[in-house]
């Protein structure tokens, strides 16, 4: 796999989890705690696409 291809992978991975969060937030019984996590792999994958953005330069 091409590191354009993973870094677009990962930004389709970063959308999905966006879409997870801010579902989980409208749902009446989603804890703060699953929100948090959610939040914490959306960050995770922002900066593995930052980090790998950087390499390509």
Do not use: C, F, N
């Not at 870094?7 to 997870?20: F, N, P, T």
């Amino acid at each position: 796999m091409s590191l354009s291809s993973h870094v677009e992978e990962l930004k389709r991975k970063h959308h999905a989890l966006s879409e997870q969060v801010e579902t989980a937030q409208r749902a009446p019984g989603a804890s703060d705690a699953e929100i948090a996590e959610l939040k914490k792999q959306k960050l995770r994958l922002k900066e593995e696409i930052e980090r790998l953005s950087a390499h390509a330069e």
